[in-house]
T-cell receptor, first 112, second 111 residues
Framework: DAMVIQNPRYQVTQFGKPVTLSCSQT?????MYWYQQKSSQAPKLLFH???????NEADTPDNFQSRRPNTSFCFLDIRSPGLGDAAMYLC???????????FGPGTRLTVL | GEDVEQSLFLSVREGDSSVINCTYT??????LYWYKQEPGAGLQLLTY?????DMKQDQRLTVLLNKKDKHLSLRIADTQTGDSAIYFC???????????FGAGTRLFVKA
């Protein structure tokens, strides 16, 4: 029954070692989002895809990239993780971007 | 730019009502939402209200919208210990795909 799935739930990486986080959805939604959430803060939108169209937020560092090979999957690539990138990463989907978002359980990233 | 503000903490006794408040800045927002986040989990939509509505009730939840003051509130009746979580207010910018979240209100329910 899971609708938005994120893998892994916990990821540990070393400073500077590339890491990829995965999100998949069974809702067939057009829009997929990646958020970064640090402790006691609001989720911060990094970027979103509307279908294959990629939309980057102006303040998202170049260190963060994303891929959406098909409707169901979306990946977050962090090319050279720094200590400040340790956070919860949330994936969400929306049917058309104007309605509610469905969130996955998140991946907690630790950078050593 | 758009901004959503909430108080950070609220503590209530089990069985009392909880009221969580939020102010927003985008007067043209179409949708306003309340999400709930439990520890270690993603956000779960609790309820939402269209900007042309003043109130929406859904079981124990009542949402009030004051467009003039750009104020949104969530009332939880008969608050239970299972309601302890972080509650996020959010607005979707008109015509766009971006949802702006507040910093969240952490609700503590004392037994």
């Amino acid at each position: 029954d899971a609708m938005v799935i994120q893998n892994p739930r916990y990821q540990v990486t070393q400073f500077g070692k590339p890491v990829t986080l995965s999100c998949s959805q069974t809702l067939n939604h057009n829009v997929m989002y990646w958020y970064q959430q640090k402790s006691s803060q609001a989720p911060k939108l990094l970027f979103h895809y509307y279908d294959k169209d990629f939309n980057n937020e102006a303040d998202t560092p170049d260190n963060f990239q994303s891929r959406r090979p098909n409707t169901s999957f979306c990946f977050l690539d962090i090319r050279s993780p720094g200590l400040g990138d340790a956070a919860m990463y949330l994936c969400a989907t929306s049917r058309d971007g104007r309605e509610e978002q469905f969130f996955g359980p998140g991946t907690r990233l630790t950078v050593l | 730019g758009e901004d959503v503000e909430q108080s950070l903490f609220l503590s209530v006794r089990e069985g009392d009502s909880s009221v969580i408040n939020c102010t927003y800045t985008d007067s043209s927002s179409t949708y306003l939402y309340w999400y709930k986040q439990e520890p270690g989990a993603g956000l779960q939509l609790l309820t939402y209200i269209f900007s042309n509505m003043d109130m929406k009730q859904d079981q124990r939840l009542t949402v009030l919208l004051n467009k003039k003051d750009k104020h949104l509130s969530l009332r939880i009746a008969d608050t239970q210990t299972g309601d302890s979580a972080i509650y996020f207010c959010a607005e979707t910018e008109t015509g766009g795909f971006k949802t702006i979240f507040g910093a969240g209100t952490r609700l503590f329910v004392k037994a």
